[in-house]
């Protein structure tokens, strides 16, 4: 949407040059309305596909792609659209973006492998559909198109049976075939016939003129595989006019095309409603299950002696008190429950949860050891033996004990791995190495270590003095010099990556410290970055704006900037900026679009614009970038 081309020049004064301002044409696309959303736009599309208005789908489709450029179910839908008019390589050019976008999603291998099927691409068809299975395996309309494309392949080859005779007639076994068959044989010796077969491989399409000729009949039936002649009752009209009605259809490609397309809708929805068939059977037989196993459970239950059936009643009881909140109540039942059952560990879990609500951890931990220990006895369920070192790990995470809580959590994840503990192992892991690092600072001491890093720095050994400050960090993380300090060591050695992390750190732990931001902005100008390190030198002025490092760094960068774009054509300039992720960013700005319009009718109209600090910023960045020139006064 955005052409390269520059439209008009303006100027804006500033103290020491005059930047020149090429501003970018912006199409109607871009000034359109931002009132409807991609959403909307999609809607409409996918109700014009339903009514089989497709041109009109297609133009709604490719609005909303203009607002959400990134959507792949827009391109894929868009592509389905172009299938049903016939044109295919659109479908195909459509098809293959949905799967660049987003490589997962199995239903873009469909649309890939339908447009590739209709372009007569069979193999890369089948490879598409072969594709999107190994993602989806189950995937019924992957299923579906890909068994059509082998049975087209098939039924291409000569003698398939049932396919295009177009096919078969360019095959040099056709004369081969021709001359073995006791139907055709004669025929060879026949000047006409071999004229009238010349004409129609010269031109396939023509054998529509030839079929009334009952020879012509008698090689369908050795190409297709079946005797036409044999079919009672005026068959072999019958089945000569299918083989017309087929040959005339291929000779109208947009009658096919929309024929296909439909027929690929209805294969479409019919296998969809197959899987909604699978679908509620699936939903039946889970279902069933469920009932099956309550029926055992019922059935175990009639067998339990009497004593096991009243300590199930008193859980009951209990886990009803439990969730009233009511846990005196909850206790005195799962204590019945443990004399009843000595043997079942649920009742001293369940009384455990009762001891943690309680915040009586200690007594919880107690409990659960006793569970375990007598579980392990009567070789209890491993999630129950889980579930019992879980618990204890959790009273020790409340406790913010984390050595035990990470102890006792992955000993409940080695008997059974489940989801919450899991998070709470993360935490406590996490709550570990950050106490560990806060109990490690200390500031006297990260001094000393500084102190050795800044000899080893002078010493010229930047490696030796990157372990000193990297200790120095780990005693004070939050001082912003030792970043610094440990940058400059990173840019001595050319890891620039590195040193620009450092920076970042430096600058966000202390806005004010200058240091920070000419580190950063030298590390910029040695990878030759020189629009972001302006946009550094440019937030450092903000604060100082007399600092002359400052604004030798400054003019350095502006200096090597005008001296990488003086060999460059204007076009060159601009696709080098359009690289910039930040001026993308600017650039795709339906604000900053409207704004540069604005200012492309009337250029005065920048005065208003550039007393807007964050828009001024933004312009900038665009003058920054090469985007747009800067001339001396």
Known sequence: ????????????????????????????????????????????????????????????????????????????????????????????????????????????????????????????????????????????????????????????????????????????????????????????????????????????????????????????????????????????AGAAAGAAGAAAAAADPPAAAKAAAEARERRERQAEAKAERRRRDEAARKKAAEEEARRKEEEELAKMPKEKLEALAEKEKGNAAYKQKDFDAALKHYAAAQQLDPENIVFLINESAVHFELGAFEKCREVCERAVAEGRERFADFKLIAKAFGRIGSTYLKEEQYEQAVQYLQRSLTEHRTADILKKLQLAEKALKMKKEKDYVDPAKSAEAKELGNKLFSAGDFAGAIGHYTEALRRNPDDAKLYSNRAACYTKLMEYPLALSDCDECIGRDPGFIKGYTRKGAVLFFMKEYSRAMDVYEKALLVEPDNKELQEGMQRCMFAQNQKQAGMTAEQRQQAALNDPEVQAILSDPTMRLILEQMQQDPNAVRDHLKNPEIAAKIQKLANAGFLEMRSR
Not at 122 to 148: F, M, R, W
Request: charge should be negative.
């Open 1 to 236: 949407v955005i052409s390269p081309g520059i439209a008009h020049l303006f100027t804006r004064r500033l103290p020491s040059f005059t930047l020149v301002y090429p501003l970018i044409y912006i199409s109607a696309a871009m000034t359109e309305s931002v009132a409807a959303t991609a959403d909307e736009l999609k809607a409409k599309g996918n109700a014009a596909f339903s009514a089989k208005n497709f041109d009109e789908a297609i133009t709604h489709f490719t609005e909303a792609i203009e607002l959400a450029p990134d959507n792949h179910v827009l391109f894929s839908n868009r592509s389905a659209c172009f299938a049903s008019v016939g044109k295919y390589e659109e479908a195909l050019e459509d098809a293959n973006k949905t799967v660049a976008l987003k490589s997962d999603w199995a239903k873009g291998y469909s649309r890939v492998g339908s447009a590739l099927c209709y372009l007569g691409r069979l193999e890369e068809s089948v490879a598409a559909y072969e594709q999107g299975l190994g993602i989806d395996p189950s995937n019924a309309t992957l299923k579906t198109g890909l068994a059509e494309v082998e049975n087209k392949m098939r039924a291409s080859m000569p003698g398939g049976g049932g396919g295009d005779p177009f096919a078969a007639l360019s095959s040099p076994e056709l004369w081969q075939k021709l001359a073995a068959d006791p139907r055709t044989s004669g025929f060879l010796a026949q000047p006409d016939f071999m004229q009238s077969m010349q004409e129609i491989q010269k031109n396939p399409q023509s054998l529509v003129q030839h079929l009334g000729d009952p020879r012509m009949q008698a090689v369908l039936s050795v190409m297709l595989g079946i005797d036409l002649s044999a079919m009672a009752g005026g068959a072999p």
